[in-house]
């Protein structure tokens, strides 16, 4: 959150489980879900959907899915009010079925991020959003950078510019990393 308020011009999606943000509150860190409600006002966090309790959906009937979407969204509304209105989806674990896209789609969600590895097209990463049959975007996440990120191959500014480096392009590109909380907070620790 620092790092945010340093730089006002940067700009993250966040996904934080309902179950999280329940247990920063219950464990006396109101200050870290207020310096996330201050940052999501200033349009430098946008937050994502998910299960409250970081359920494998594909594995959970649909009622249960539709569910933890509603108990989710619920507990972060009751926490960061109006500013909790994600129009995209993390599915934990970023397992999917056709189940799960449909029930995410029904819930109103325009987008899901989705693992690299469930890209069909012939290029990968790729700077193409894929659409869905039923409507819903979807993302692929740069597995290769993302986990090179999570597991401190890339720490730094310099590095990840490097690393960009394996496209071979000058032209623009997407870039979109999603990592683990709790991966990234590690490093920052030492």
């Given at each position: 959150?620092?790092?945010?308020?340093?730089?006002?011009?940067?700009?993250?999606?966040?996904?934080?489980?309902?179950?999280?943000?329940?247990?920063?509150?219950d464990?006396g860190?109101?200050?870290?879900?207020g310096?996330?409600?201050t940052?999501a006002?200033?349009?430098?966090?946008?937050?994502?959907?998910?299960?409250?309790?970081?359920?494998?959906?594909?594995?959970?009937?649909?009622?249960?899915?539709?569910?933890?979407?509603?108990?989710?969204?619920?507990?972060?509304?009751?926490?960061?009010?109006?500013?909790y209105?994600?129009?995209?989806?993390f599915?934990?674990?970023?397992a999917?079925?056709g189940?799960?896209?449909?029930?995410?789609?029904?819930?109103?969600?325009?987008?899901?991020?989705?693992?690299?590895?469930?890209?069909t097209?012939?290029?990968f990463?790729?700077?193409?959003?894929?659409?869905?049959?039923?409507?819903?975007?979807?993302?692929?996440?740069d597995?290769?950078?993302?986990?090179?990120?999570?597991f401190?191959?890339?720490?730094?500014v310099e590095?990840f510019s490097?690393?960009?480096?394996?496209k071979?392009?000058?032209?623009?590109?997407?870039?979109?990393?999603?990592?683990?909380?709790?991966?990234?907070?590690?490093?920052?620790?030492g």
């Amino acid at each position: 959150m620092e790092a945010l308020r340093e730089h006002p011009e940067a700009k993250i999606t966040l996904n934080i489980n309902g179950t999280l943000t329940e247990q920063l509150h219950d464990y006396g860190y109101d200050d870290l879900i207020g310096a996330i409600t201050t940052l999501a006002s200033r349009g430098q966090i946008e937050f994502t959907g998910s299960g409250k309790f970081h359920p494998l959906l594909p594995l959970i009937p649909e009622p249960e899915i539709k569910r933890q979407i509603k108990l989710n969204n619920e507990t972060n509304e009751h926490f960061f009010g109006k500013l909790y209105k994600p129009q995209g989806f993390f599915p934990p674990e970023m397992a999917v079925s056709g189940e799960v896209f449909s029930t995410v789609k029904k819930a109103g969600f325009d987008w899901m991020i989705m693992s690299g590895i469930a890209n069909t097209l012939p290029e990968f990463p790729t700077n193409h959003i894929s659409v869905h049959p039923n409507g819903l975007k979807v993302l692929f996440r740069d597995d290769y950078i993302s986990i090179d990120c999570a597991f401190d191959k890339i720490n730094n500014v310099e590095a990840f510019s490097n690393r960009l480096k394996y496209k071979e392009t000058s032209g623009d590109m997407y870039v979109i990393l999603s990592l683990d909380g709790e991966t990234a907070y590690k490093h920052m620790l030492g």
